[in-house]
C-alpha cells in the first residue's frame, strides 16, 4: 500500500499526485514509468513518473481521468492508499548532449516530458519547449518547464493562453528559428503522429514516449506490443521511448480503441 501524500487539482479531469515509494523515488530516472492499481483487483495502469523527491521518498504522478480506472485513482485523497505501485519500469531516456533540443509536450503528457527537460538541461543542452492543450486550464507544469529551458512556448486551441494553434505551429515557429538537433515528444498518439511527420520533413531524429495498453509491464504478457520499423516490440521492455519515424501510428490508434465500448459500459455501471 502507498500514501497518497499531496493531492493538487490542475484542471476539471487533471490531477497531481505524489505517492509514497521510497525505493521507486531513488532508483527512477527520466523515461521511466510505474504500474498503479486501486483494488485488488484494480485495472493495471501505466503511469510515467513525472518527479520524485528522494528525501522526502515520494514521486509524482499526473493522472487523467480518462476511464473507469483512472476515476478511481482520482477520486482518492491526500492520506488514502493506492493498493500498489510497480517500478521503476521500462527503459530511461536516452540522454546526451545533442546540442539544441526541441521538447514538445501536450496535455498530460508535460508530466512525463519535465523529468526529460530537466535531464536534457543538466547534460548541457539548449532547450526549447513547446507546451500545448485545449485551453488554457490545460496547460500544466509551465513554471517548472520554463525553469528549465532556454524558451518556452504556449500554444492553446482556442487562443485562451499563449499563441493560438496547435502543437506543430509552436514547433515550426522554432525549426525556422534556429538549427535543431533532436526533438521529443510526449502527449495524445495523434499529436505525436503529427508532431513525427513535421520533424520528418526537417530531418529532425524525434523520440516519442508510448503510453499503451499494459497488464504485467515486464514483457510477458503482450498487451503493449507494436510494430516499430517493421519488427513487434513490446512497449513496457523495449520503450516505452521509440523512434517516433518508425512506429506504426494507425496500429497504435486501433490498439487503443480495443477497450473503448468495455470501458464505457463500466463507466456508466460505476456512476449508477
Ligand atoms: Fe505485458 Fe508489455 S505489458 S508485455
Given amino acids: 500500500m502507498n500514501k497518497i501524500i499531496r493531492k493538487e487539482q490542475f484542471s476539471e479531469k487533471v490531477f497531481l499526485f505524489e505517492i509514497e515509494a521510497p525505493l521507486i523515488a531513488k532508483s527512477r530516472r527520466a523515461g521511466n514509468f510505474v504500474i498503479v492499481r486501486v483494488g485488488h483487483k484494480g485495472e493495471r495502469m501505466p503511469l510515467t513518473i513525472a518527479d520524485a523527491d528522494i528525501k522526502r521518498g515520494t514521486i509524482t504522478l499526473v493522472v487523467q481521468k480518462v476511464g473507469l480506472s483512472s476515476m478511481k485513482l482520482c477520486n482518492l485523497n491526500e492520506g488514502d492508499y493506492v493498493t500498489d505501485v510497480v517500478g521503476p519500469l521500462g527503459n530511461a531516456t536516452h540522454i546526451e548532449k545533442f546540442g539544441t533540443v526541441l521538447c514538445a509536450g501536450g496535455g498530460v503528457g508535460v508530466a512525463p516530458m519535465l523529468p526529460i527537460i530537466k535531464a536534457l538541461k543538466e547534460a548541457g543542452n539548449r532547450v526549447l519547449s513547446v507546451l500545448a492543450g485545449r485551453s488554457k486550464d490545460l ?9 528549465n529551458s532556454d524558451e518556452t512556448i504556449i500554444m492553446t486551441d482556442d487562443g485562451s493562453y499563449g499563441e493560438k494553434g496547435v502543437v506543430t505551429v509552436g514547433m515550426e ?4 528559428q534556429e538549427h ?24 529532425i531524429p524525434t523520440d516519442v514516449s508510448l503510453n499503451t495498453i499494459m497488464v504485467d509491464g515486464t514483457g510477458m504478457c503482450g498487451a503493449c506490443r ?3 520499423g517493421g519488427k513487434t516490440k513490446f512497449v513496457c521492455i523495449d520503450g516505452p521511448e521509440f523512434d517516433g519515424a518508425l512506429v506504426d ?11 473503448k465500448d468495455v470501458e464505457k459500459d ?6 449508477d
Fill in 173 to 176: 515557429k522554432l525549426i525556422k
Fill in 180 to 203: 535543431i538537433d533532436k526533438a521529443f515528444a510526449i502527449g495524445p498518439p495523434i499529436m505525436m503522429k503529427f508532431c513525427c511527420l513535421l520533424t520528418q520533413k526537417y530531418n
Fill in 139 to 147: 496547460i500544466i507544469l509551465e513554471d517548472e518547464v520554463r525553469a
Fill in 249 to 259: 501510428w494507425d496500429e497504435m490508434f486501433k490498439r487503443m480503441n480495443t477497450f
Fill in 226 to 228: 507494436l510494430t516499430i
Fill in 266 to 271: 463500466e463507466v456508466e455501471h460505476l456512476q
